[in-house]
């Protein structure tokens, strides 16, 4: 689930990270906007956009979710304690949502990562 969802999803719906999340990042900390998730990342993986996400589904117990697209080969670019995932749209410097991984893990510089499908839900109101 995620910690936070930008203004600009809530205005347009899930549709936009179905359509425009490129990126999926592993930090160690909470970012607040695209600069922070640039600035700060310590590895990603790159979709084609629309790929990162399914389209919008029936959220449970209610509202309306996305699910990420599982992999395991993204990049690490820099050493540390991954805690935190972002998902941006590259195309326009925009940070769409972000969360907190099920768990820390250290990563090495060189080294990849993968995440399992995680769902970002709007609950109904």
């Known amino acids: 689930m995620a910690n936070a969802v ?3 999803v809530l205005d347009n719906g899930l549709t936009v990270i ?3 999340a490129d990126e999926i990042h592993i930090l160690n900390a909470d970012p607040s906007n695209y600069s922070d998730v640039t600035a700060n990342t310590l590895g ?6 629309g790929g990162a996400f399914g389209s919008p589904a029936a959220g449970s117990p209610n509202g309306r979710k996305v699910a990420s697209t599982a ?14 995932w972002a998902v941006v749209d590259t195309a326009n410097s ?6 907190s991984l099920a768990s820390s893990v250290a990563v ?3 080294g990849t990562f993968g995440l399992p499908s995680f769902n970002i839900r709007l609950p109904g109101q």
């Open 6 to 8: 930008a203004d600009y």
């Open 18 to 20: 179905d359509t425009l």
């Open 44 to 49: 990603k993986k790159t979709f084609s956009a």
């Open 71 to 84: 992999f395991t080969d993204g990049n690490i670019t820099t050493s540390g304690t991954a805690q935190k």
């Open 94 to 99: 925009r940070l769409l949502a972000n969360g």
């Open 108 to 110: 090495s510089s060189g």
